[in-house]
């Protein structure tokens, strides 16, 4: 054996041990991942395809789950109010995560505290969350209505309007912090010279955020793109603790509807093809998403 081929074999047998180390490390979660998400979303796919009910044994009936969506505007309005709320969700939760995240960057007092406040919302459960909230809604804007006789405080919850506008205010209070975290691990780790250097060149505050800043982060604002629109898609918890749908399953999200087919109608092979469809959307959006984010971040 000449030394070429005792190397050869010496790196073949570091990368099998190191191989088992990995794949040992790694096995706990990769199987969690198999249980719990990959089989059940394979099994969910075929009861689409079926008339279970969750109770008999299921029976194939091909695309007539399917093809029963087309006709249920309930569905179909829950997903634009989904998709309403998400705009609405995205527009917020960015522009005041990054606005933070500059502000708690800053060389102010007491920032650290600030940043602690700030991301605290976010270790909240989201059924607590969305009972508190309604707490604030319904009794603690109603007697400050009563108090004062500011009109639009009475009867928060009680329309679509103010049921949407609720939903948007909790989701938004929650995932601020969330949000501002991960902007300001990618402030700081812009280097100061480029940013002393456009001060020196005259750049005002603005064009050092817009030309330097920004540029250097957008790496974050796609992650928290992404973040922002499928959390928004997916909120469960707080529309079912807040509004249940009501008035008239007007502010219903596409999961609770989902929830409401499977398990208040017991049609579960109606529900899971309603999940189906949520999330082919899901990731239709988010692919198409996180391609023009990306895309853009190589321009700049």
Not at 16 to 36: D, R
Not at 46 to 75: H, R
Not at 96 to 112: C, E, Y
Not at 228 to 256: R, V, Y
Request: charged letters at 10%.
């Amino acid at each position: 054996m000449n030394k070429k081929e005792g190397n050869t074999m010496i790196k073949k047998a570091k990368f099998f041990k190191n191989g088992i180390w990995y794949w040992l490390f790694i096995a706990p979660t990769l199987l969690s991942l198999i249980i719990v998400v990959l089989i059940p979303f394979i099994i969910g796919i075929y009861y689409s395809f079926t008339d279970w009910n969750g109770i008999n044994q299921p029976s194939f009936i091909g695309l007539k789950n399917f093809m029963l969506l087309k006709d249920d505007t309930e569905f179909w309005n829950s997903i634009l109010f989904t998709a309403k709320f998400a705009i609405a969700c995205i527009i917020i939760i960015n522009v005041a995560g990054l606005s933070l995240a500059m502000l708690v960057t800053r060389k102010i007092f007491a920032r650290n505290f600030m940043r602690t406040a700030f991301y605290l919302p976010n270790l909240i459960g989201g059924l607590i969350l969305g009972f508190i909230w309604n707490f604030i809604f319904v009794d603690v804007f109603q007697t400050i209505s009563d108090a004062t006789h500011i009109g639009w405080l009475s009867g928060w919850l009680s329309t679509t309007n103010t049921g949407f506008w609720g939903l948007v205010i909790v989701t938004s209070w929650q995932m601020i912090g969330y949000v501002m975290v991960i902007y300001i691990a990618y402030i700081e780790s812009i280097p100061t010279d480029l940013v002393e250097a456009s001060k020196i060149d005259g750049a005002n505050s603005w064009q050092q955020f817009k030309n330097v800043i920004f540029p250097l982060i957008s790496p974050a604002f796609t992650i928290s793109l992404f973040i922002t629109l499928s959390n928004s898609f997916k909120l469960f918890d707080q529309n079912l603790s807040l509004t249940a749908g009501a008035p008239g399953n007007t502010t219903q999200m596409i999961t609770l509807n989902i929830y409401q087919t499977a398990f208040s109608a017991q049609e579960m092979a109606l529900g899971q093809a309603k999940a189906v469809v949520m999330f082919v959307i899901i990731a239709i959006i988010s692919i198409v998403q996180v391609y023009f984010t990306q895309k853009r971040e190589v321009e700049m």
